[in-house]
């Protein structure tokens, strides 16, 4: 039987598949709530076409080159029934562990895939749910991924695998367009680029990669070429490069800094010019010796610290769920249609929470749960 803090957290994910959010940010929430719920190391959604094959993606870590042979160069693996791809995962009739079906058979050791792409990636080491409509279409496959040091999946894991299955598949049928949510003051995520006055990167920490695939918001497809964006700056972050270059130079130009709001959540992208002299001063030098730091920071939206702070309160499933809609702007109304409840239940839940949560009133809610911290324990 799942453990009372596993009921809590599918509570959690249920409750984040309900809010109607659009897909990104529902996946991205969702992702998130998987690694915490089965231990693993990451996962990325796939969204997949009529066809089968992955479209789009929220990557919660950029993809190697061995990644991305497997998910999108179908040109060069699909022609080979033994060799796995995600179009064949969902071809294939499980809903978790479709893949274990390939790589578990006796050909599996003699696949490209197994010779030449993941090796030292381990394909072993993952798992994946493929979320199917009512009618056994695919709709998208969660790939989670475990570290190599330990990558036994246990009954216990699929089984809450396949537990998350109607959630996700509600997470997708969210608005394709819908006005972005208000985001936190508080940064959810930050990594670096170290590149030279061409745009050529260096060094990249954390997963600085995936932030400036979405700071530009670039689309998923078969034929993206992940590796050159590992290696060069997207148009969009060189566009804020040359404005640095440009103030270095003197030139009136404004702050090499900007906020983009895009469907993985808000992010903030700075260029800072990194080649101190002796005693902390900046030193001229050419083009070709300049250095720059490119910062990117993502803010969660409102609903990821919404959710983070309700699951802290002493509340009931229904409770949360209330509380989480109306700090999320829902009227009672609205509150009231999409938890299916009439205005009377509704008022009697919310007096539960006021109580529980020694709160004066809705303001005094919404101030609890719109906060950048969790509340006190």
Not at 35 to 43: K, N, P, Q, T, V
Not at 57 to 74: Q, S
Not at 210 to 238: C, E, I, W
């Amino acid at each position: 039987m799942p453990s009372s803090s596993v009921n809590a957290q599918l509570k959690q994910l249920r409750l984040t598949a309900a809010l109607g959010l659009p897909a990104y940010q529902a996946m991205a929430l969702i992702t998130a709530q998987v690694e915490r719920l089965i231990g693993c190391s990451f996962a990325n959604f796939f969204w997949l076409d009529g066809e089968g094959r992955p479209c789009d993606a929220y990557l919660r870590d950029y993809l190697p080159e061995a990644m991305d042979a497997f998910v999108g160069n179908h040109a060069a693996l699909e022609r080979d029934p033994r060799e796995p791809t995600l179009d064949k995962y969902a071809a294939l009739p499980p809903r978790v562990g479709a893949g274990r079906m390939l790589i578990e058979g006796p050909e599996f050791r003699r696949t490209l895939v197994y010779n030449d792409v993941f090796r030292p990636y381990r394909i072993e080491g993952s798992l994946e749910l493929v979320v199917r409509e009512p009618s056994g279409r695919a709709r998208g496959i969660l790939m989670v991924n475990r570290s190599t040091n330990r990558q036994t999946w246990t009954r216990r894991e699929a089984a809450i695998l396949a537990a998350i299955h109607d959630h996700v598949l509600a997470a997708l049928a969210g608005p394709a367009v819908k006005p972005d949510v208000a985001c936190s003051a508080t940064m959810d995520d930050s990594a670096h680029l170290l590149v030279d006055g061409g745009g050529q990167i260096e060094y990249s920490a954390g997963n600085a990669i995936t932030l400036a695939m979405q700071h530009a918001d670039l689309a998923f497809s078969p034929d993206f070429d992940f590796s050159a964006l590992g290696q060069k700056l997207t148009p969009a972050l060189h566009a804020l490069l040359d404005r640095a270059a440009t103030i270095r130079r003197g030139l009136p130009s404004p702050p090499a800094h900007e906020v983009r709001r895009t469907r993985h959540g808000e992010i903030t992208a700075r260029v800072l010019h990194c080649n101190p002299g002796p005693a902390g001063e900046w030193k001229s030098c050419g083009p070709s010796d300049e250095r720059y730091m490119v910062c990117l920071e993502r803010r969660p939206p409102l609903a990821a610290i919404v959710l983070g702070n309700a699951a802290a309160l002493p509340l009931s499933a229904r409770e949360q769920e209330l509380a989480v809609f109306l700090a999320l702007g829902l009227s009672s109304t609205e509150a009231a249609e999409r938890m299916a409840i009439s205005l009377t239940t509704l008022r009697t839940y919310l007096k539960s929470v006021y109580n529980r949560t020694d709160v004066a009133g809705r303001s005094g809610l919404l101030a609890l749960l719109r906060g950048g911290s969790p509340p006190a324990a």
